[in-house]
């Protein structure tokens, strides 16, 4: 059994105290047959928990990345259990969020594993307060929580003209602040990176478990 079907097969952790699953109203829906419109295998699902969260562009600048176009993934034909939630800086979006992450401590998200929260700016400028101390409360169900900063020129063209983050790319790691239409922005990279770490720290954990099964 490979680590990644065992990580599938490990019971969720009971969700944390106080947190009840949302109405059905409110839960994602979980896909029946392989996630369509991936032409690759992605390494982790972006789930977008509103329409303009970002996850479409996030999954285009990150390569091992796919957009999970609004669902759970059911995890067909070896596709990745894990996912990433997107949404974006704004209380609509945060609560949707907050939504999704209770479906999946209730346990009614399918086989989904669910690595963190990404959080898109709204707007330039710093974080309002109420949007950080929701943030925080809607984090603390996440796990991992990643923040991409408002960039302008990412408004103004279609996302597959952005450049593309890949594991190794030493592009996005600079020190100056490139041009965010032509090299990787340093915040995206770090986000890449964070993302691929987490995901091979579960897998890890999954083949130790294994190990002592």
């Known amino acids: 059994m490979t680590a990644a079907m065992n990580l599938r097969r490990r019971r969720e952790p009971d969700a944390p105290a106080g947190v009840v699953a949302p109405p059905e109203s409110l839960r994602a829906k979980i896909w029946e047959r392989p996630v369509p419109g991936v032409g690759r295998a992605p390494l982790?699902?972006?789930?977008?928990?509103?329409?303009?969260?970002g996850a479409t562009t996030l999954a285009h600048v990150l390569a091992p990345a796919a957009d999970a176009r609004g669902r759970w993934p059911g995890v067909f034909d070896r596709e990745s259990p894990f996912v990433v939630l997107v949404a974006r800086e704004t209380i609509s979006g945060l609560t949707r969020a907050h939504d999704l992450l209770r479906q999946h401590h209730a346990g009614l998200a399918g086989p989904a594993l669910v690595l963190g929260l990404i959080t898109v700016a709204a707007r330039p400028g710093r974080m309002a307060p109420e949007i950080?101390?929701?943030r925080e409360v809607v984090g603390s169900l996440a796990g991992h929580v990643w923040q991409v900063p408002w960039f302008e020129?990412?408004?103004?063209?279609?996302?597959?003209?952005?450049?593309?983050w890949s594991p190794g790319d030493e592009a996005a790691v600079k020190k100056r602040r490139p041009d965010?239409?032509?090299e990787v922005p340093v915040e995206i990279g770090e986000l890449g990176t964070d993302v691929v770490a987490a995901i091979r720290t579960s897998l890890g954990a999954a083949a130790s478990g294994e190990g002592r099964s």
Do not use: F, I, Q
């Open 44 to 53: 982790v699902w972006l789930l977008g928990v509103h329409g303009g969260a």
């Open 132 to 134: 950080r101390r929701y």
């Open 153 to 164: 020129e990412w408004t103004l063209v279609e996302s597959d003209v952005l450049p593309v």
């Open 180 to 182: 965010p239409l032509d």
